[in-house]
């Protein structure tokens, strides 16, 4: 009965590839989120999808495409990628923004 | 402009009190959540304070004053797996928290 899952939980490729990560919440949140978290433990937000539609899109390199086919699920597609994307990815779902719950994460590390 | 600052580190040895101070600039602040995690885990939710004073939850008490765009973390009887890393979040009208880099808590014998 996980709350917020995520796939996979670790990514290692190279430089240049493609890849995605999915995400799922089976707590009937309206709005979910991405997060990039580095090495230094900051943590930011990326997206944020409510019922399907993007409302928060941050800084962020248009090289990630974030995409939900329904209210629960959110992918992220990574293009070309590049040494500085390793970091932890935390999806997350809330029903207000000030209590959201996270995924495990997916740690992704570029070589 | 935006900031938020909590102190990056900060010690305590088990049965202690432990504050974590938060300061912030925010547009459009609406309230300040707080958030754990452990190494190697996922941001949990703590509490959340949308009005000025303290809200208690067992050994953990947050606190906000909006005027001084202030809050902090107070925990109580430390045990040792309370080591964390603790994050305040403001969160804003417009339904986006914000993060930042935490404060690690060690938690010593």
């Known amino acids: 009965d996980t709350a917020v899952s995520q796939t996979p939980k670790y990514l290692v490729t190279q430089m240049g590839n493609d890849k995605s990560i999915k995400c799922e919440q089976n707590l009937g949140h309206d709005t979910m989120y991405w997060y990039k978290q580095d090495s230094k433990k900051f943590l930011k937000i990326m997206f944020s999808?409510?019922?399907?539609?993007?409302?928060i899109n941050e800084t962020v390199p248009n090289r990630f495409s974030p995409k939900s086919p329904d209210k629960a699920h959110l992918n992220l597609h990574i293009n070309s990628l590049e040494l500085g994307d390793s970091a932890v990815y935390f999806c997350?779902?809330?029903?207000?923004?000030?209590?959201?719950?996270f995924g495990p994460g997916t740690r992704l590390t570029v070589t | 402009g935006q900031s938020l600052e909590q102190p990056s580190e900060v010690t305590a040895v088990e049965g202690a009190i432990v504050q974590i101070n938060c300061t912030y600039q925010t547009s459009g602040f609406y309230g300040l959540s707080w958030y754990q995690q452990h190494d190697g885990g996922a941001p949990t939710f703590l509490s959340y304070?949308?009005?000025?004073g303290l809200e208690e939850t067992g050994r953990f008490s947050s606190f906000l004053s909006r005027s001084d765009s202030y809050g902090y973390l107070l925990l109580q009887e430390l045990q040792m797996k309370d080591s964390a890393s603790y994050f305040c979040?403001?969160?804003?009208?417009?339904?986006?928290?914000?993060f930042g880099d935490g404060t690690t808590l060690t938690v010593k014998p």
């Open positions: 997350a779902s809330s029903t207000t923004a000030y209590e959201q719950y």
């Open positions: 304070n949308a009005l000025d």
């Open positions: 999808y409510n019922n399907k539609e993007l409302i």
């Open positions: 979040a403001p969160n804003t009208n417009a339904g986006k928290s914000t």
